[in-house]
């Protein structure tokens, strides 16, 4: 169950990380400044409110409602790694990843840290995605 105390407690929050200022945050989103104050569980806020400031707080509307620990999990994708299951033993992110590494008998594990560390943190996770699909196909 979503209560206002709830969603409240996590827009603050979101604005104390942010930096922001409740009073400019709520007016740039089009609500009254004291919106979080006259808020009651019966009366909520509507979708679109809801929406503006997780915009404007650069945090998911589930965060605020406390769906999840993740703030920012609004900007989470399905990751596609490809064929695991395919003819493409040597070779890993085959298929819809951005990267691919063929990998030799010997230093495999130098090789795939390096090229791990040169990837940007969005890259490394559909890296650690496929790594658990991997381990599951085994």
């Known amino acids: 169950m979503y209560t206002t105390q709830i969603l409240t407690e996590r827009i603050k929050l979101a604005l104390k990380v942010s930096g922001k200022k409740?009073?400019?945050v709520l007016l740039n989103c089009g609500a009254n400044e004291n919106t979080l104050n006259q808020l009651s569980d019966k009366k909520g806020l509507s979708s679109f409110t809801l929406a503006k400031i997780s915009d404007e707080l650069d945090c998911s509307v589930d965060?605020?409602?406390g769906r999840t620990e993740n703030p920012q999990s609004h900007k989470s994708m399905l990751l596609t790694t490809g064929d695991i299951n395919g003819d493409y033993n040597n070779v890993?992110?085959?298929g819809n990843s951005d990267i691919s590494i063929t990998v030799s008998a010997s230093g495999?594990?130098?090789a795939l840290l390096e090229a791990f560390e040169k990837l940007d943190p969005f890259k490394q996770a559909k890296v650690l995605v496929y790594v658990e699909e991997l381990e599951k196909s085994i």
Request: proline share 0%.
């Open 108 to 110: 495999q594990a130098a």
């Open 63 to 65: 965060y605020l409602l």
């Open 92 to 94: 890993i992110g085959h």
């Open 22 to 24: 409740q009073k400019e």
